[in-house]
């Protein structure tokens, strides 16, 4: 399965920012071993359900421990028997965007 997730701790900093609070929710994820992939918005993770859920769990407690109150969003793709698709996925849509744009 991937998992899209977004995880930020109720309050900011002095400016609103919430980059440290999330830092500690990243190193977690980075330090799972899973294939998993950061952008402005998400955190992509793979791997089986409960390694998934259970990466999740400690992001969202890394996070509480520095709010006393955390927001988290979570989209998930489950396709039993299908690994390697945090990139595989990417690579099927550029496939088909270069056949595209040559027709």
């Known amino acids: 399965m991937i998992v899209a997730f977004s995880i930020s701790p109720a309050g900011g900093d002095e400016t609103g920012g919430v980059s440290e609070a999330v ?32 990466v999740v769990k400690q992001a969202v407690d890394a996070v509480a421990a520095v709010s006393p109150r955390v927001s988290l969003v979570l989209k998930a ?9 945090l990139t595989a996925k990417v690579e099927r849509l550029e496939q088909a965007l270069g056949e595209q744009l040559q027709s």
Request: no cysteine; hydrophobic share 40%; net charge negative.
């Open 23 to 54: 830092a500690e929710a990243i190193r977690v994820v980075r330090a799972s071993g899973l294939p998993n992939e950061t952008n402005a918005m998400f955190t992509n993770l793979e791997g089986e359900w409960d390694e998934v859920m259970a």
């Open 77 to 85: 793709d489950i396709r039993p028997g299908y690994t390697g698709q």
